[in-house]
């Protein structure tokens, strides 16, 4: 079908993945990325062990998948976990607001969209990041546990991306907790297919934890993050000498 318009890509992101460009806008892009990892580094270098809420953006404070989400943030906060989500709003405000009001650290890693997607207003800390793939190494990055909420395909490919990078050993085996059995009833089934079909490990089931219950969470990430890597406060100290302020909170 022919066309009178001209699609034009923008984006940095969309331009670099359509094929090879020109060494110069190659070297360019990898300087951004780099700029971009050493900025997020810096900006997130003393938050502490974090646990990460994946969830829809677009979840209203009416539903109880949001209800839930905030009181998750606010026991994860109470167990001394600083909770960090994508920023934006939905599930993620949710638990930053639950962490927040409960007196714990809330931190986000906002991707920079033309929609949907702007800070929430319970962030002590956070960082615009204009690429995807930047901002899921962020996510995993500082966190010791993962809670997936009630999501979309952005969930789920969070979701799969903690689960590759613990099934790979590329991070340590931290806690996955999905939230909501009812919700993922039938992606949890087609895991369990993948299983019995062997394309997955049956050793690779334990790497999930499926429950409706808060307290159960909380206890399952307490055994399986907290005593099991002798996790109480991992605080890096900041360095004057990098011109980090010494009196760093959050």
């Known amino acids: 079908m022919k066309t009178n318009k001209k699609i034009k890509l923008t984006k940095d992101e969309s331009l670099f ?3 090879p460009l020109s060494r110069f806008k190659e070297l360019s892009f990898a300087l951004k990325v780099f700029f971009y990892f050493i900025k997020a580094f810096r900006k997130m270098h003393f938050i502490g062990p974090c646990v990460t809420v994946f969830g829809s953006a ?18 994860l906060a109470k167990t001394g976990f600083t909770v960090m989500t994508g920023g ?8 930053n607001k639950g962490a927040f009001e409960a007196g714990g650290n809330s931190v986000g890693c906002n991707i920079i969209l033309p929609f949907e997607q702007k800070p929430n207003p319970y962030l ?3 960082i615009n990041i204009p690429y995807f793939f930047l901002r899921k190494v962020i996510l995993v990055k500082y966190s010791y ?9 952005g969930t789920l490919d969070e979701l799969f991306e903690a689960l590759t990078l613990i ?16 919700y993922h009833k039938e992606l949890c089934q087609h895991i369990q297919i993948m299983a019995e079909n062997e394309s997955i490990s049956s050793e690779d089931m334990k790497l ?3 429950t409706d219950s808060v307290e159960d969470l909380i206890t399952h990430i ?5 005593k099991k890597y002798g996790l109480v406060e991992k605080q890096v100290k900041p360095k004057w000498w990098l011109g980090e302020p010494i009196n760093k909170s959050i």
């Open 17 to 19: 993945v359509r094929g």
């Open 58 to 75: 677009r979840f209203t404070k009416d539903s109880d998948h949001y209800k839930n989400a905030e009181k998750i943030g606010a026991a």
């Open 88 to 95: 934006g709003p939905g599930i993620m405000e949710a638990a």
């Open 124 to 126: 002590h800390k956070w």
């Open 145 to 153: 546990a993962f809670v997936v909420m009630p999501g979309g395909i």
């Open 167 to 182: 099934q790979t050993k590329v991070i340590q085996n931290f806690p996955v907790v999905v939230f909501d059995s009812k």
């Open 208 to 210: 999930l934890f499926v």
């Open 222 to 226: 307490e055994t399986h993050s907290i």
